[in-house]
């Protein structure tokens, strides 16, 4: 009876917070097991696993934070955050600070900012505003101008060169004109119009980009240098076995065989150390939160909160599926960390600033049926 009593009252003010209880438990757990496997791939680095921590209760501010916001008023914001975005991306490629050899930082003196995330939100964001004040499926122009929308950001991102994010952001802008009622005869004719297109952006790309699509169809070519990555992390997952290794004992891990172990290569890590069932359980978390969020998505009032709902959520799955693709070999390596779980903190913002709106969705959907 206790127990309920206290039940109740939290789930009063997670309601009051418009946070959505079912979607916290699991990006809590998801959290949990970032934490505990980044301290076995760090080499069991406690400061670490600390600067994590810290950096993920910021994020989880900034989620509660963009909950509060209602629907109408991110839509009446979409456009500015649109074009500010696109200023910033144009800042970048003029006045930006190189890193790493791009050109993917401003520089605000007491920390370095990547405008190429806010296009994760923005875009997704403008292309709903858009669809939202027109009688949907799209017709032919609405096409073209929507997809001139994603293609200047994802040419400019290209530009910096970040060839992970341009990639991220032009899906989920994909994922906002299907939501919008594309036909699968559309749907046929943009898929040969991009297999068409791959010789045009075969000559546009970095050597380092050709490398890394070289590598990925033939790791062997250069086992110790560019193929050495990918054939060490297939290393990794492959000897984890059904069972693993157990927590702290995968051989890759601990004895630096695996690069980037902490950040795009840490699924590599839980592979070894938790085997075929860990993984498969980690990814059931994974789809439980996109399905939660579709969930979201099917149950909005509006055109507009439903394929930002959904694009959002659709993001979030291929965010997983390029670092899962990349880390067992079935795609190229293009720098996505895995989400929540990866070290760093720039993308986990975005992230949960996209939980934020797609728990605002939901809870202020319930308040105007109420």
Do not use: C
């Not at 979409?78 to 500010?84: G, V």
């Not at 169809?217 to 054939?231: K, M, Q, T, V």
Request: net charge positive.
């Amino acid at each position: 009876m206790r127990q309920d009593t206290m039940d109740s009252g939290i789930a009063y003010w997670l309601r009051r917070l418009h946070v959505d209880s079912m979607l916290l438990l699991a990006l809590l757990a998801l959290i949990a097991t970032g934490l505990f496997i980044l301290y076995s791939a760090s080499g069991q680095n406690a400061d670490m696993v600390a600067r994590q921590s810290t950096r993920l209760l910021l994020a989880l501010g900034v989620m509660a934070l963009v909950a509060q916001v209602p629907v109408a008023r991110l839509r009446q914001w979409a456009p500015w955050l649109y074009f500010a975005g696109l200023l910033l991306l144009l800042g970048v490629l003029l006045f930006g600070q190189v890193g790493m050899g791009a050109r993917r930082w401003l520089d605000l003196g007491f920390m370095r900012f990547q405008p190429s995330e806010i296009m994760k939100l923005a875009v997704p964001m403008m292309l709903a505003w858009y669809f939202a004040e027109r009688p949907l499926p799209p017709t032919g122009k609405q096409l073209v101008i929507a997809g001139a929308i994603v293609l200047l950001p994802v040419l400019l991102i290209a530009k910096e060169p970040d060839l992970g994010t341009a990639l991220l952001v032009g899906m989920v802008g994909l994922f906002v004109i299907f939501f919008a009622g594309l036909s699968y005869r559309t749907m046929a004719v943009f898929a040969v119009l991009g297999l068409g297109s791959l010789p045009v952006l075969w000559h546009f790309m970095h050597g380092y980009q050709r490398e890394r699509v070289l590598t990925f169809l033939d790791p062997e070519r250069d086992p110790l240098g560019a193929g050495y990555h990918i054939i060490q992390s297939m290393i990794a997952v492959g000897s984890g076995g059904v069972y693993g290794t157990g927590w702290l004992n995968g051989t890759q891990a601990q004895l630096d065989f695996l690069p980037e172990r902490s950040t795009d290569f840490i699924f590599s890590v839980f592979g070894e150390e938790f085997g075929l069932i860990g993984a498969l359980i980690l990814l059931a978390l994974y789809v439980f939160i996109v399905l939660r969020g579709l969930d979201i998505a099917l149950r909005a009032q509006d055109t507009y909160s439903r394929l930002v709902a959904g694009s959002l959520s659709m993001m979030f799955s291929v965010y997983v599926f390029v670092n899962v693709g990349m880390v067992i070999g079935l795609l190229p390596v293009v720098g996505v960390p895995l989400p929540l779980v990866s070290y760093g903190g720039t993308s986990m913002v975005t992230i949960m600033a996209a939980f934020g709106m797609l728990m605002g969705i939901h809870s202020h959907r319930r308040l105007v049926a109420h």
